[in-house]
């Protein structure tokens, strides 16, 4: 195929701990290839206990670099880039100065917690609880689902919401320039939109936006009405003037200034980082359900054209907006979400104590013992989200005897991680009443044969995993392809999936893979509240 007959597309993929640029050539109408890559850390900041920050120099230098690397790796010059697609992380958030283009302060990560006594004050207060009253009633009287969202309310650590209250409250710099109406707040795709269309003049005042994608889950932004929620800004005194205008993932979102890396580079598409996963495995259909296993895990379910409540601490998202044709309405789609902050996180803490050497090594281990001879493990890093929505739940091994040996505690270890998913797939089954037929994973802890044969066995359906581990890169280039033409359908990118290895489950393991599965529970119940008690908060 001659050169001339591809199309190459760069994708920027900020997650939470790597930053990469992926070149991809694509042929019109054909199967993308990897060209070009280029990978660089993200230098995670722990400034205080608790609190986990990123410094956007270190992170905009990293980004320039990724993308000139990259495209060198393709021994490809920067114009011959047709267009950059960017998905990226959510809830990680700065402030800065719209005349002077400097921040205010660090990024202030979705795994931070400096606004955790304020989430507490907040869930526990009379406010909130008349507000969730309120709403309870409205919902019996409108029986909309708006309200039944409202009535079981709670604010959570990774939404944005509190984070930035606390900015309000405690940066004088920020406090003092709002009274000038000069402060603009963004998340890490609005701030890098900012930053590429300026260039190198940061003076230079450009469009405030952010995709909706990345604005769904904040906290601060409503998915029923698609605006941002009045009464959140109300109630917690953030001034609509901050926040950026919420666009469309077919937005056009202009180009990166030439001054940055020498030419300019059409932006296609902007993308959150599930969002992204979620084009990557071609999820596209009502009912679709995909899991991505990385630092965390995120269940996300397809809902079609319907934003459904959730009772049981689900998340109800826009998964994408795109425009339509000539005279059709927005191509719009729902989402359910439910996340466990903790899985290859675990991963990552066993490494580092020595339960095994290689990740990849540890299915094997677990695979050679028969079971975990009673050991169970709490995952709860960063506490137990839905459906047990638990902030202070302690981690743990139980059930430890003489005959334990290590390869039963990375049994029970992956199991865990299991188990954790498995509760989310349960409670999205309660909350749409969908009958799925499989689930496709991702991540890199997807990688892991052990807890995807697990998975199968304790949902009962086929677990699909796809031949790109990771895809959120995959799936912003797929938009960016859609946005410009080289493809014309999602049907069109659906047949260009590929699947590395399906997991069938097996009936005969079922049945024991749920008692198991109930046991842990019973362990999960032993570590609940347990950062509550007195004698373990005054340990030192």
Known sequence: MAATDRQYIATLDVGTTTIRCIIYAAPTNGQPVTVGTAYDHVDLIYPAPGWVEISPEKLWTSVLQVIRQATEDANLKIEQLTCLAIATQRNSFTCWNRN???????????????????????????????????????????????????????????????????????????????????????????????????????????????????????????????????????????????????????????????????????????????????????????????????????????????????????????????????????????????????????????????LFDDPAASAAMALSVPNSDGVLFVPAFSGLGPPIRDDTAGSGFIGIKPSTRKEHMVRALLESLAFRVALLYDCALRETGFSFTCIRVDGGVSKNDFICQTLADLTGIEVERGEVADSSALGAMYMAGLNCGIWSTKRQLAELRKVDKTFAPDGAQRAKRLKQMRAWERAVDRFKKWYMLEDIKNLD
Not at 118 to 145: I, Q
Not at 210 to 225: E, H, K, L, W
Not at 294 to 305: A, H
Request: net charge neutral.
């Open 100 to 354: 002077t283009g400097q921040v205010y302060h660090n990024f202030i990560t979705w795994k931070d917690l400096r606004a955790d006594q304020l989430v507490k004050d907040w869930n526990e207060s009379f406010t909130l609880r008349l507000l969730k009253f309120g709403a309870s009633v409205l919902h019996f009287v409108t029986r909309s689902k708006r309200f039944l969202a409202g009535s079981v309310i709670k604010l959570m650590n990774p939404q944005i919401t509190l984070r930035l209250a606390w900015v309000l409250q405690n940066n004088p710099a920020v406090q003092e320039d709002l009274k000038l109406g000069s402060v603009l707040y963004g998340t890490i795709d609005s701030w890098l939109l900012y930053r590429l269309r300026q260039g190198t003049d940061l003076t230079q005042q450009v469009e405030h936006i952010s995709d909706v994608t990345n604005c769904t889950s904040t906290g601060i932004y409503d998915p029923f009405g698609q605006e941002w929620a009045g009464w959140a800004l109300n109630l917690f005194s953030i001034k609509k003037e901050l926040l950026p205008k919420v666009v469309d993932n077919s937005y056009d979102f202009g180009h990166v200034h030439e001054t940055l890396l020498g030419a300019r580079i059409k932006i296609a598409a902007s993308v959150s980082d599930q969002a992204a996963s979620l084009w990557g495995n071609c999820c596209f259909e009502r009912g679709d359900v995909k899991i991505t296993m990385g630092t965390g895990s995120f269940l996300n379910v397809n809902t079609g054209t319907k934003c459904l409540a959730s009772v049981h601490g689900l998340y109800p998202l826009i998964g994408y907006k795109l425009r339509g044709g000539a005279g059709s309405p927005p191509d719009i789609i729902y989402l359910m979400e439910g996340s466990s902050n903790d899985t290859g996180s675990i991963i990552e803490w066993a490494l580092n104590v020595g």
